[in-house]
């Protein structure tokens, strides 16, 4: 295709699978995480599989210094698609969570994405052709008690993705907000959160379904017919009452240990 992606967070789970799903269908790729090795690693394997050229930069995206260098990077050849991917949950009551990380966690989940759509988009739209694809949550549609902050960027990406998809409208880029649910990965060990084994999609099937999605210009995509019904169930509730079931499902799931 001659399409290029650059893919945040992308040295494992969902961000690693929509890596291997890009390069499957012919894009080149800029990837960035923090985890160096696993990118060259990654890379390699695209590279090998797809024949596609894989371009890495490790970048610990709490530090604005470093997305700006992550800028300059993207900007260097022509981009297709923008995926803002990278992010981190944090666990605990706001009370007692430490501000410095709740601090790097918006520098990494809206900052960096706000920075990085905002430097690619003019080529984007000059050229009639683009995507953004932005990774949200189902916790996009509800207050999520115990992960506070996490929940508010989630919200937060969820209705910038929905305005810029407006704004866009006849210009030939479309953004994509993409909602899934519970996925098996790494992800909430990583943050002390607990989960039943084998619970939730596997992240191959959700960044197939975030290719497809965005390549259609869908404006928002919930993968998996129970984070469909999570979705509904929170757009129907008061805001008190969605946070409520919030935190009797996270506690049933044994989240909120």
Request: net charge positive; hydrophobic share 50%.
């Amino acid at each position: 295709m001659g399409r290029r992606a650059l893919i945040t967070g992308a040295s494992s789970g969902i961000g690693k699978a929509l890596a291997l799903e890009y390069a499957s269908r012919g894009f080149d790729l800029l990837l960035t995480a923090r985890n160096q090795a696993q990118l060259q690693a990654l890379a390699a394997q695209c590279a090998d599989r797809c024949g596609v050229a894989a371009q890495v930069l490790a970048a610990d995206l709490a530090d604005p210094a470093a997305t700006e260098a992550l800028v300059l990077a993207a900007l260097k050849e022509p981009l297709y698609t923008l995926v803002n991917n990278a992010g981190f949950a944090i666990k605990g009551e706001f009370v007692a969570t430490d501000i410095g990380e709740e601090l790097d966690l918006l520098n990494v989940q809206l900052i960096a994405m706000l920075r990085l759509t905002k430097a690619v988009l003019p080529a984007m739209i000059a050229r009639g052709e683009g995507r953004i694809m932005n990774i949200a949550s189902v916790y996009s549609f509800s207050a999520v008690p115990r992960q506070a902050v996490y929940s508010a960027c989630k919200s937060f990406m969820l209705s910038f993705s929905g305005a810029l998809a407006h704004e866009l409208r006849g210009k030939g880029v479309r953004v994509t907000a993409v909602c899934p649910g519970t996925t098996r990965t790494e992800f909430r060990r990583r943050a002390g959160i607990g989960e039943k084994s084998g619970a939730g999609m596997a992240p191959e099937e959700v960044a197939r379904l975030a290719f497809v999605a965005s390549e259609a210009g869908k404006a928002t995509v919930v993968p998996g017919f129970w984070n469909r019904v999570f979705v509904f169930a929170s757009q129907h509730l008061p805001l008190a009452a969605a946070a409520s079931l919030v935190s009797y499902i996270n506690d049933h799931r044994g989240v909120n240990k």
